[in-house]
């Protein structure tokens, strides 16, 4: 499909050839297309741009019809210039949040498919912007507003620079009709919120130009995180010895690279969704010890919880029996 020399399209375009010049040079990719705008849009540009695209179709069962909106987007993939477009049917796991349940069948299901290709994702700007803002609610730091890469492994982003709007223009210069999904319209999803009450609203107090400022703020953030976590790397290097960490070498490093440090630590040991509280109270471990006890901390077993301890001079990670506390 011969594409038209607007200036939508050729924004587009340039974003995706900008992503395969930086990530993949093979120039083979898989889109992750929904049927929404900003996935048409990134298949059409990653179509004329790259020299194989194949579609994956994620079908998530949660809505009437989602089988018929799931073989449309497929016809459009291929109407497009798509070399293959196939439908992936998911179950959704009920209980906790509706939209991480989704999210994590739809990411299982297109890692089982992409062979050994990278699944561009159609995230733009705005939803960049959203993230950032989702990332200030939880308080835990830079790592939390960094926001999405443009590419980790799997997952690339060519449009994270390229605004909403020009995604939907792109479609009406296509001649295409994007599916609206009714969730992004429901209120009862916090980022829905954001998007049509936050956002608009922090625009009017602040004049303009607040997704670009959000979406600057996390690239800053994100190239300031990578430099950290080289020096961490290396500070690791030097502070574990046999899985333990060695207190009085740590203790001299800055804040930020410590609490990194620990971090990595503890995540390489075992522990799941550590919190913020819990880092700072293994942090208390090293700088402010006063012979406390061990910290409990996520990711242990029903019988026994992983805890973070000091013995020795030295941080160790291991199981506690929990009827022992």
Known sequence: MLLPETPALLALRQAVRAWTVAYEPRRRVVIALSGGADSLALTAAAVAETESVDALIVD??????????????????????????????VDVAEGGSLEAAAREARYNALR????????????????????VLLGLSRGSGGR???????????????LLGIRRSVTR??????????????????????????????L??????LGGGVPEALARTATQLREDGEALDEYTEALLLRVVVDGEVE????????????????????????????????????????TDWRGQGGVAIGGGTPEARLVAARRRGRLILGFEDRRRV
Request: glycine residues 6%; hydrophobic residues 40%; negative net charge.
């Open 169 to 198: 223009a792109a479609c009406v210069d296509l001649g295409i009709t994007p599916w609206e999904d009714p969730h992004n319209n429901n209120p009862e999803f916090t980022r829905v919120r954001l998007r049509h009450e936050a």
């Open 60 to 89: 998530h069962r949660l809505q009437d019809g989602s089988d018929t909106v799931a073989r449309s987007a497929a016809d459009q993939a291929l109407t497009l210039g798509c070399r293959t477009a196939t439908v992936l049917t």
């Open 144 to 158: 939390s507003i960094q926001g999405m890469a443009a590419f980790d492994v799997p997952w690339g982003r060519p």
């Open 247 to 286: 207190v009085d070498t740590l203790a001299d490093a800055p804040t930020a690279i410590r609490r990194r440090a620990l971090r990595a630590w503890l995540l390489q040991g075992g522990a799941k969704a550590l919190t913020d509280k819990q880092l700072r109270a293994v942090d208390a471990l090293v």
């Open 200 to 205: 608009p609203l922090l625009e009017e107090i």
């Open 112 to 131: 089982g498919a992409r062979a050994d290709r990278p699944v561009l994702l159609g995230h733009t700007l705005d939803d960049q912007a959203e993230t």
